[in-house]
């Protein structure tokens, strides 16, 4: 009799941790899927910011095309524009900077 009473009192025991076992494993399961859902939606604020910028380098790179097809590859064109963006000159040319400013 006592010994079915331990069998019992044993097999109780058994289906307690293993109960607790399994909701330790359904809640940890459950943080790492709201972590997930969190990391997602982070990357995806990421991702939108990304795809804005890359339209906004787009459209600068499709007026710098407009510019160079109705500009054309002269070479006039190509000194103006080291002059203005690289601050270069000729050979032989001065260039003079206003401390004023403009």
Do not use: W
Request: proline content about 1%.
């Amino acid at each position: 009799m006592r010994e079915i009473k331990a069998q019992k009192k044993q097999k109780s025991t058994r289906n307690l941790l293993l109960g607790l076992a399994i909701l330790v494993f359904c809640l940890y399961m459950l943080a790492a899927v709201v972590n997930q859902q969190m990391q997602i939606r982070s990357q995806k604020a990421k991702l939108q910011s990304i795809q804005s910028e890359i339209q906004v380098q787009e459209i600068k790179n499709s007026d710098i095309r407009h510019e160079l097809a109705s500009e054309g590859q002269s070479s006039e064109y190509i000194a103006r524009m080291a002059r203005e963006s690289l601050n270069m000159a000729k050979t032989g040319e001065r260039i003079f900077i206003c401390p004023g400013g403009d």
